[in-house]
């Protein structure tokens, strides 16, 4: 189930393996905001009716996403397609850049495309893809003030400094109004792309948990990949990702770069602070402490795009404090 409330098992009946897995409905938390909880301000899926159709819809259009041979959408269960065993690093443990550039080239073409809002899972069953909005992004960015700076300091926040940091973070995601606009798997990274050297073209990258996807900046799932949270990537392997990204898009016709780096830094950044206070929750609260060897690597992340100028109310909060660490 990895750091989700999901489980998977591998079966087989003698034929190809397959992947049972068994995702019951999530209840509600307590209500955190406008009388809402976490999971409905940040569009996090609550069935599997999600999966089933984004699946649907990639598969529809070229991609390679697990084929579902069995659905119980209502109580959760999927008995789905085994994509494969391939990953993104050497023997040696070391990310191999032409596996991420494919990758890259990838979320180019996808995000050349039109892609519905209404996606269907099963005959009068329809999933519609939420917007990556103001408030989802906003209660994510908030993780790292709830969790992971308390943890970082040993104190809590006061009203002030949290006043200070929504308002930086408020600032930022306007500067996205007019980013440009796609499916946005919401995980895209090594851990979540199989690779199939068998195959080829786009086929020899199999898509996976993908339940959480939203339509929102293009530019998000390039972080996700090209700033892998369980993988160190050096600045030059990022540059080139991002760069295998650009190059496929020019010949996909007219493309803003500077409009696309603005996004790029803004929710690199956006993502990371997210993670950070992921994966300190999922220690404090989860008791899976194995995920804090991953924040000297997010922080890393977060002080590669903090330079830019869109960022510069965020990167003023984290200036003005010196307690925050991501110099270390």
């Not at 089933?52 to 119980?72: H, K, N, W, Y």
């Not at 790292?144 to 929504?166: K, M, V």
């Amino acid at each position: 189930g990895d750091a989700s409330t999901r489980a998977y098992e591998t079966v087989s009946d003698g034929g190809p393996k397959r992947i049972l897995m068994n995702a019951p409905r999530r209840p509600d938390g307590p209500p955190i905001r406008n009388g809402k909880p976490y999971s409905q301000i940040a569009h996090l899926a609550e069935s599997v009716t999600p999966f089933v159709a984004i699946a649907r819809a990639l598969t529809e259009r070229g991609f390679c996403a697990p084929r579902i041979d069995a659905q119980d959408l209502d109580k959760g269960l999927l008995l789905i397609e085994h994509l494969g065993d391939g990953g993104f690093l050497d023997h040696a443990g070391q990310p191999v850049p032409e596996r991420y550039q494919a990758a890259a080239r990838l979320l180019a073409d996808m995000h050349e495309l039109d892609w519905p809002r209404d996606m269907e899972a099963a005959p009068g069953v329809t999933h519609r893809l939420p917007a990556y909005d103001r408030d989802a992004m906003m209660i994510e960015v908030e993780l790292l003030t709830d969790w992971y700076l308390p943890a970082e300091t040993g104190t809590a926040l006061t009203d002030a400094d949290r006043t200070e940091y929504r308002a930086a973070w408020d600032a930022t995601i306007a500067r996205l109004a007019a980013a440009e606009k796609s499916i946005v798997m919401r995980d895209y990274h090594s851990p979540n792309i199989i690779w199939r050297p068998e195959e080829s073209g786009n086929d020899r990258l199999g898509i996976i948990d993908f339940q959480d996807a939203l339509y929102g900046p293009s530019a998000y799932d390039v972080a996700s990949l090209a700033q892998d949270a369980r993988v160190t990537i050096s600045p030059e392997l990022e540059t080139s990702i991002i760069a295998a990204y650009k190059a496929a898009r020019r010949i996909g016709g007219a493309f803003d770069e500077t409009a696309f780096d603005q996004a790029y830094a803004i929710m690199a950044a956006q993502r990371n602070s997210k993670i950070l206070g992921i994966f300190v929750r999922l220690n404090k609260r989860d008791g899976k402490p194995q995920y804090l060897k991953h924040l000297p690597r997010i922080r890393d992340y977060v002080s590669r795009v903090l330079p830019h100028p869109a960022l510069a109310e965020v990167r003023a909060f984290h200036d003005s404090r010196s307690l925050i660490g991501f110099a270390k």
